[in-house]
């Protein structure tokens, strides 16, 4: 099992180098590229969170990004150096109350995206993990 290391500066203009970086470590698992495409989405929404909402795009603030893949499964970890969030507390962005407002749809997205989704206590941190077997992925909420 591998378990790369990086960090970006919370600049959106390495959300995509760092998304390249992590799916080009598993582009010899054959994935399909439907389950390549939601692993990009979830993984560039997950950074975009980190630079505007926790570090608040303050550029000397990295945000660090560590996977690991092994074992039918990819594990992405994004941390940044905010203060955290009520992660349990995000409304439904689908209900009529919300349909307007801003936020909230990209952690509906990872949420349904991925199979397993994690913050620590403090909520500066997401843990997302897809399964992976032979090109498939196992658990698919779609």
Same mark, same amino acid.
């Given at each position: #099992? ?16 760092? *998304? ?25 929404? &997950? =950074?975009?969170?980190? =630079? ?13 990004? *560590? ?10 970890? =994004? ?7 009520? +992660? &349990? ?9 919300? =349909?307007?407002? +801003? ?10 995206? #991925? ?12 843990? #997302? ?7 498939? *992925? +196992?658990?698919?909420?779609?």
């Amino acid at each position: #099992m591998t378990d790369p290391k990086f960090e970006i500066p919370s600049d959106p203009r390495y959300i995509k180098e760092a *998304s390249t970086r992590v799916l080009d470590s598993i582009k010899d698992l054959g994935l399909d590229k439907d389950i390549i495409f939601d692993i990009r989405l979830c993984l560039e929404e &997950a =950074i975009i969170n980190a =630079i505007k909402y926790g570090n608040k795009c303050n550029k000397d603030l990295p945000v660090y990004i *560590s996977y690991s893949f092994g074992d039918g499964r990819l594990e992405i970890v =994004i941390r940044d150096q905010g203060k955290g969030f009520g +992660h &349990a507390n995000i409304p439904d962005p689908r209900s009529n109350s919300n =349909i307007l407002k +801003h936020g909230g749809r990209g952690l509906f997205l990872i949420r349904n995206l #991925m199979d397993e989704v994690k913050f620590n206590d403090s909520g500066n941190e997401i843990k #997302m993990v897809k399964f992976l077997s032979g090109g498939k *992925s +196992h658990g698919c909420k779609r």
